[in-house]
Structures are given as C-alpha cells and as structure tokens.
C-alpha cells in the first residue's frame, strides 16, 4: 500500500503550537508516513512582535522551518492544523493561509483529504473549542473527511480534553505526558482513516 502522506501546517507565536506540531511529527513518522512539517508566514507587524521578547525570541529560533504552501496541501494525504485560539476564531496567520488554498479548492484538489485539528489558547475556556469547530467548517466547504479524536482513548480524558481535537492552555515548560499522548493518538487514528481510503482506492479498479 501506498505510503501516507502527512502534512503538519501549524502557527505558533511563543511556541505551544510549535511543540504540538512538533509532537504530531513523532506520531506520524512512528506510524510509518511521510512527513512534511511547515510554519505558516508571520503577519504581525516586527512592532508588535519586538513588544513581546518571547514572541520575537521564538520567530527567530524557527526561522529556519520553511513555510507553508499549496503544495503542502496538494501533496498531502492527511493534514493536521495547529493554531491558537484568536477570540474564539483561528489565529489571521492561518486564515490567511486558508484563504489562499482557493485554486486548489477550484481544482478539486481538496476532496478527500483527511484533515484533523489541534488549538491553545490562554485558559482553560478562552476559544479552544470554537477554534477546533470553525476549522470544521473548512473541511464541510474542502469535501474533506474529517477525523476528530472524539472520546477513543484514555489519553483523551487524562488530558482533560474534548471529541474536536488536542487542546491546551500555554506549556512553557513542555507538553505534558497526557498531552502528548492525545496527540500522537489523534494523528495515527487521522492516518489510520487515511490509510483505510488509500487500500479502498487501489482495491478499486481503474
């Protein structure tokens, strides 16, 4: 069978994002995909971002994680999203990103994809799950088959988690161990969905 394709598009301003996505890398690659892992562009103004040294300190260490495009999406079997909860919305980094996948979504080049999502935000009910449920929203217009984690593993309510996607408030110091676990089963369940669709195509013939 074919091998499945993962790209891991995420946003990250001080760096929880950056550690989830970076998370759902090791679940991919111990699932046996091919990973892509990429950064969408940096919108905010150098002003705005020199006010926060954490901001401006974690932009400049990630510099090198090259940034999203549409190729990412088109060469992709399963995409996981990761951004911060902006007032209950996903952060305008990846809105804007999102906006821009038009011609691929003109091309039909979005139906099918397996697409499963990850937030933060500050606390415990600051957007996360309004973020996850607007990304819902992408997948419904893409065609896309979405794959939440719903309640299918002990990970999920260690964590304190919900059925839309891994969640969590700011980690400085490290995800913790429940966490990660949610992550790396939400990703491998998104690729086990994939891989069902990829044996059922090339069972079918041409």
């Known amino acids: 069978m074919s091998q499945v394709k993962v790209s891991i598009i995420y946003y990250s301003a001080t760096g929880t994002n950056y550690r989830m ?4 890398v090791h679940a991919a690659e111990q699932a046996g995909a091919a990973v892509r892992m990429r950064r969408v562009r940096e919108l905010a103004p150098e002003e705005a971002i020199n006010r926060r ?5 974690h932009l400049e260490a990630t510099r090198d994680i090259p940034e ?12 996981v999203l990761s951004t911060p909860t902006r007032f209950g919305l996903v952060s305008a980094q990846m809105k804007q990103f999102l906006d821009s996948t ?12 397996v697409m499963t999502f990850m937030t933060s935000a500050q606390n415990l ?15 419904a217009h893409w065609g896309a ?3 939440p984690p719903g309640y299918t593993s002990p990970a999920i309510f260690e964590s304190g988690g919900n059925p839309y996607g891994t969640s969590t408030i700011p980690q400085p110091e490290g995800l913790n161990e429940s966490l990660v676990r949610t992550i790396h ?3 491998q369940r998104a690729i086990q969905v994939a891989e069902w669709i990829l044996r059922g195509r090339e069972a079918t013939p041409s």
């Open 21 to 24: 996505a970076q998370e759902a």
């Open 53 to 57: 040294p954490e901001w401006k300190a």
């Open 102 to 113: 038009g011609p691929l979504w003109a091309q039909g080049k979005l139906t099918n994809k």
């Open 145 to 147: 088959i979405l794959v």
């Open 125 to 139: 009910h600051g957007g996360q799950e309004m973020t996850l449920l607007s990304l819902f929203v992408v997948a």
């Open 68 to 79: 999203a495009t549409l190729d990412d999406i088109d060469w992709a079997d399963v995409i």
């Open 185 to 187: 089963h939400q990703v």
